[in-house]
């Protein structure tokens, strides 16, 4: 569903991804996790068509994001770390916007708005300014329209920020639900404890080359998660010192 | 503390002077020369006007030992210019500020955030305030002998009228923002309110000027009146002539009314910023609210909710919808001295709908929507770059809102001149189309300009939509190409007929509008994607 090759971004000399190589296959949650600075973002933006890269090649759907952005665009969903929505605009208006760019239908956008509105207890807000939202709300929001056209590929970064537990809850139970239909999730954490109940698969992300990846049985081993993180982030700090 | 929030708040407001937002660096050396030229240039040429005023009264009046009288006119014009400079800046920036809440919430006292808040306000006002004052004072220094109160006075008095201006800018965005406090619909009260006082301004202006007028022909008469019936615009001129009870006078009023100001935001301020509703909470009724479109007409639809969500964007760069529409009932209700003008000022035929089409052009160049369109996507522009639109869609509903909501009103205010001219059908249909490509020609460069210096990290929206210097560009564009097509003109009027230079006009603004529309698709496109 996404394939990444070899890719590479600069910011003037600065390498912030370094011939960076991943498959996330339909099906998969698959979590991507460095430090702060490691990358993360950069390679999300890159695979949604916001970032031009320097060199390599991303797919979705085994389309490429570089020769049909798109076709690709059309198939995906993106939620940044801090949903810096239409302020100006109601959350019904925004959905509704949402769904005119990615032609849904009348009666599937409203039984998806139903759907997950109603998971998020958002539908009673819905009518109210987004100026007017509190963080969490305009995270909920911005997952509501990710979901409302029923994309292929959901690219988030940071989603559990800002949600409540239950709306965290139930946007987990929403990702598995997503991906068991056949759908794709690549996403960024920080919460290594999410990302190890959730992930089908994870890659470890540090100065911008991929430091290790696989199923999460195959990264952690016996160990867990965190541990893994800590000990290779500083591995890799040390060979670079 | 107050050093660290005065040099905050001067950087947010120069920020269009020393930094290129494209780049993202400090503009230096040459680049900030030429930016602070242009800016020169610009403000030059609106004091250049008030120049002139200042050459026709200043010699008379002191000829009569009315020099006091010159500075109660001039002062007037001066305050109301300063009021209308910066009373759109002050609810903004005072209470509008995005960084408002996180201030508030460091241990720093409400009153010295107003003060220093105050400060940018006061600077915008006094700017204003001194493309008016000093080509008057200039001219002052010249027509009198020069003696020490002659020097210092009127300076001292200019400084205390900079105060009142902040007072009645701030007083006037203290209403807005209380009222808008606890209503819905806050933009279109802020604009209705501002349009009031816009007309309540325009009116004055009017009078002002017959009363310039009046005075030419009776200074003594107009005098006595000012002096018997408005003491403080006489007390203005006296302080300014020198006479030092006056000048305490107006100083002790204007610091009064300015400790009031000061008190009562002091006690608001956080009340204000904080209170975000009156409103209930909506009822949100699905089979109400849900509708489909079509990508095109959603893009459209955001950029018109944009718009009209703005009275900062409405007022600053939509101006010239309202205008053109009451210029176009105007005409209607001056028919018979418009036929009159047009018997007079056509010597040549074609002559008359020529100016008429120019002057139409000037008033539709006021609205500048375009300009700052690209910038006001700020933070949030991940959004169409990351949906299955193109750059070119995105710009294309930037240039359809300045479109319709331009070119409405000036086909219909086109459609009355030409009503009330009657010239002959070939003339008609120039007038059309000349109007039409400008236009066109104002939107595609508004945008071009911003997408060639766009600034997407604001912390209030009054930056890109009136602090920038592409804005500055747009609004003087249009009055420059047809102050330029009028000196052609006046070069060529022997041998050019007013149908062919209408013709070669229409020629030019065709090509310009085709070059810009191709920049656009190309070039421009590829900018807003790396945005």
Same mark, same amino acid.
């Given at each position: 569903?996404?394939?990444?090759?070899?890719?590479?971004?600069?910011?003037?000399?600065?390498?912030?991804?370094?011939?960076?190589?991943?498959?996330?296959?339909?099906?998969?949650?698959?979590?991507?996790?460095?430090?702060?600075?490691?990358?993360?973002?950069?390679?999300?933006?890159?695979?949604?068509?916001?970032?031009?890269?320097?060199?390599?090649?991303?797919?979705?759907?085994?389309?490429?994001?570089?020769?049909?952005?798109?076709?690709?665009?059309? #198939?995906?969903?993106?939620?940044?770390?801090?949903?810096?929505?239409?302020?100006?605009?109601?959350?019904?208006?925004?959905?509704?916007?949402?769904?005119?760019?990615?032609?849904?239908?009348?009666?599937?956008?409203?039984?998806?708005?139903?759907?997950?509105?109603?998971?998020?207890?958002?539908?009673?807000?819905?009518?109210?300014?987004?100026?007017?939202?509190?963080?969490?709300?305009?995270?909920?929001?911005?997952?509501?329209?990710?979901?409302?056209?029923?994309?292929?590929?959901?690219?988030?970064?940071?989603?559990?920020?800002?949600? =409540?537990?239950?709306?965290?809850?139930?946007?987990?139970?929403?990702?598995?639900?997503?991906?068991?239909?056949?759908?794709?999730?690549?996403?960024?954490?920080?919460?290594?404890?999410?990302?190890?109940?959730?992930?089908?698969?994870?890659?470890?992300?540090?100065?911008?080359?991929?430091?290790?990846?696989?199923?999460?049985?195959?990264?952690?081993?016996?160990?867990?998660?965190?541990?893994?993180?800590?000990?290779?982030?500083?591995?890799?700090? =040390?060979?670079?010192? | 503390?107050?050093?660290?929030?005065?040099?905050?708040?001067?950087?947010?407001?120069?920020?269009?002077?020393?930094?290129?937002?494209?780049?993202?660096? *400090?503009?230096?050396?040459?680049?900030?020369?030429?930016?602070?030229?242009?800016?020169?240039?610009?403000?030059?040429?609106?004091?250049?006007?008030?120049?002139?005023?200042?050459?026709?009264?200043?010699?008379?009046?002191?000829?009569?030992?009315?020099?006091?009288?010159?500075?109660?006119?001039?002062?007037?014009?001066?305050?109301?210019?300063?009021?209308?400079?910066?009373?759109?800046?002050?609810?903004?920036?005072?209470?509008?500020?995005?960084?408002?809440?996180?201030?508030?919430?460091?241990?720093?006292?409400?009153?010295?955030?107003?003060?220093?808040?105050?400060?940018?306000?006061?600077?915008?006002?006094?700017?204003?305030?001194?493309?008016?004052?000093?080509?008057?004072?200039?001219?002052?220094?010249?027509?009198?002998?020069?003696?020490?109160?002659?020097?210092?006075?009127?300076?001292?008095?200019?400084?205390?009228?900079?105060?009142?201006?902040?007072?009645?800018?701030?007083?006037?965005?203290?209403?807005?923002?209380?009222?808008?406090?606890?209503?819905?619909?806050?933009?279109?009260?802020?604009?209705?309110?501002?349009?009031?006082?816009?007309?309540?301004?325009?009116?004055?202006?009017?009078?002002?000027?017959?009363?310039?007028?009046?005075?030419?022909?009776?200074?003594?008469?107009?005098?006595?009146?000012? #002096?018997?019936?408005?003491?403080?615009?006489?007390?203005?001129?006296?302080?300014?002539?020198?006479?030092?009870?006056?000048?305490?006078?107006?100083?002790?009023?204007?610091?009064?009314?300015?400790?009031?100001?000061?008190?009562?935001?002091?006690?608001?301020?956080?009340?204000?910023?904080?209170?975000? #509703?009156?409103?209930?909470?909506?009822?949100?009724?699905?089979?109400?609210?849900?509708?489909?479109?079509?990508?095109?007409?959603?893009?459209?639809?955001?950029?018109?909710?944009?718009?009209?969500?703005?009275?900062?964007?409405?007022?600053?760069?939509?101006?010239?919808?309202?205008?053109?529409?009451?210029?176009?009932?105007?005409?209607?209700?001056?028919?018979?001295?418009?036929?009159?003008?047009?018997?007079?000022?056509?010597?040549?035929?074609?002559?008359?709908?020529?100016?008429?089409?120019?002057?139409?052009?000037?008033?539709?160049?006021?609205?500048?929507?375009?300009?700052?369109?690209?910038?006001?996507?700020?933070?949030? *522009?991940?959004?169409?770059?990351?949906?299955?639109?193109?750059?070119?869609?995105?710009?294309?509903?930037?240039?359809?809102?300045?479109?319709?909501?331009?070119?409405?009103?000036?086909?219909?205010?086109?459609?009355?001149?030409?009503?009330?001219?009657?010239?002959?059908?070939?003339?008609?249909?120039?007038?059309?189309?000349?109007?039409?490509?400008?236009?066109?020609?104002?939107?595609?460069?508004?945008?071009?300009?911003?997408? #060639?210096?766009?600034?997407?990290?604001?912390?209030?929206?009054?930056?890109?939509?009136?602090?920038?210097?592409?804005?500055?560009?747009?609004?003087?564009?249009?009055?420059?190409? *047809?102050?330029?097509?009028?000196?052609?003109?006046?070069?060529?009027?022997?041998?050019?007929?007013?149908?062919?230079?209408?013709?070669?006009?229409?020629?030019?603004?065709?090509?310009?509008?085709?070059?810009?529309?191709?920049?656009?698709?190309?070039?421009?496109?590829?900018?807003?994607?790396?945005?």
């Amino acid at each position: 569903m996404l394939r990444i090759e070899h890719l590479t971004k600069k910011y003037g000399d600065k390498k912030a991804v370094d011939d960076l190589s991943l498959h996330i296959r339909p099906g998969e949650i698959y979590g991507f996790i460095g430090h702060n600075g490691a990358g993360k973002t950069t390679t999300i933006k890159s695979c949604c068509g916001i970032l031009q890269y320097d060199s390599g090649e991303i797919y979705i759907d085994g389309v490429s994001v570089k020769d049909s952005p798109i076709e690709c665009k059309s #198939k995906l969903s993106y939620i940044p770390d801090n949903p810096d929505l239409y302020e100006y605009m109601s959350g019904i208006q925004f959905l509704n916007f949402v769904a005119d760019i990615f032609k849904v239908g009348a009666e599937e956008r409203k039984a998806r708005i139903r759907k997950y509105g109603d998971a998020f207890g958002l539908t009673s807000d819905l009518a109210q300014q987004i100026n007017a939202y509190s963080h969490g709300m305009k995270q909920k929001l911005a997952v509501i329209s990710a979901l409302i056209h029923e994309p292929k590929l959901i690219i988030m970064d940071e989603p559990f920020v800002g949600l =409540d537990p239950k709306a965290a809850h139930n946007l987990k139970e929403i990702m598995r639900d997503f991906c068991n239909r056949g759908g794709a999730i690549f996403f960024s954490t920080h919460v290594l404890e999410v990302a190890e109940k959730l992930c089908d698969k994870v890659a470890i992300i540090q100065g911008g080359k991929l430091i290790k990846s696989g199923t999460m049985d195959e990264v952690k081993g016996d160990t867990s998660l965190e541990d893994v993180f800590l000990e290779l982030v500083d591995n890799s700090e =040390d060979s670079n010192d | 503390m107050t050093k660290a929030l005065f040099k905050k708040q001067m950087m947010e407001m120069f920020s269009f002077l020393f930094q290129d937002k494209k780049k993202n660096t *400090i503009r230096k050396g040459t680049a900030l020369a030429l930016c602070i030229l242009l800016y020169i240039v610009l403000f030059g040429l609106v004091s250049y006007i008030f120049g002139l005023l200042g050459f026709a009264i200043c010699e008379p009046l002191k000829n009569q030992n009315l020099e006091w009288l010159y500075f109660s006119i001039t002062g007037l014009i001066a305050v109301f210019f300063g009021v209308f400079g910066s009373v759109f800046n002050s609810y903004s920036s005072l209470y509008q500020a995005k960084d408002n809440e996180m201030l508030l919430a460091m241990p720093i006292p409400p009153g010295k955030l107003i003060f220093i808040r105050l400060l940018g306000v006061y600077f915008m006002g006094l700017l204003y305030e001194m493309i008016v004052m000093v080509p008057i004072l200039a001219i002052y220094y010249f027509t009198v002998p020069l003696s020490f109160s002659a020097v210092v006075f009127p300076i001292l008095t200019v400084l205390v009228l900079s105060v009142f201006i902040l007072i009645l800018s701030t007083a006037i965005g203290w209403i807005v923002a209380l009222i808008s406090s606890k209503t819905k619909n806050k933009s279109y009260v802020t604009v209705i309110i501002s349009l009031v006082f816009l007309g309540l301004y325009f009116y004055l202006y009017n009078q002002a000027s017959s009363i310039i007028q009046s005075f030419l022909a009776y200074p003594q008469v107009v005098g006595d009146f000012v #002096k018997s019936n408005l003491y403080p615009i006489y007390a203005v001129g006296k302080a300014s002539a020198g006479d030092i009870l006056s000048f305490l006078i107006i100083a002790v009023f204007v610091f009064a009314l300015l400790a009031l100001v000061y008190y009562v935001l002091s006690k608001s301020f956080t009340k204000i910023t904080t209170t975000k #509703k009156g409103e209930k909470k909506k009822q949100y009724k699905e089979e109400a609210v849900i509708k489909t479109g079509n990508a095109n007409n959603a893009l459209f639809r955001k950029e018109l909710k944009r718009f009209t969500s703005s009275s900062n964007y409405m007022l600053n760069c939509g101006l010239g919808t309202v205008l053109m529409i009451v210029a176009a009932v105007t005409l209607l209700f001056n028919t018979g001295n418009i036929k009159a003008l047009s018997a007079v000022l056509n010597p040549l035929e074609g002559f008359f709908p020529m100016i008429a089409c120019a002057a139409i052009c000037m008033i539709s160049s006021m609205n500048d929507i375009t300009a700052p369109s690209v910038s006001l996507e700020g933070k949030s *522009i991940w959004l169409v770059q990351s949906m299955p639109v193109t750059p070119w869609q995105v710009l294309c509903a930037k240039l359809k809102l300045h479109l319709v909501l331009t070119m409405i009103p000036t086909l219909l205010l086109t459609a009355v001149a030409l009503f009330i001219i009657s010239p002959a059908p070939i003339f008609t249909a120039l007038v059309l189309i000349l109007v039409s490509l400008f236009v066109i020609f104002s939107a595609e460069f508004g945008l071009v300009v911003n997408l #060639k210096s766009p600034n997407l990290n604001w912390t209030s929206e009054i930056v890109p939509i009136k602090q920038s210097l592409g804005v500055m560009l747009s609004l003087f564009s249009g009055w420059i190409v *047809i102050i330029l097509l009028g000196i052609i003109y006046a070069f060529v009027y022997k041998f050019v007929s007013p149908l062919v230079y209408m013709i070669l006009s229409a020629v030019l603004l065709l090509a310009l509008s085709l070059f810009l529309a191709f920049w656009l698709k190309n070039k421009g496109t590829k900018i807003f994607a790396k945005l």
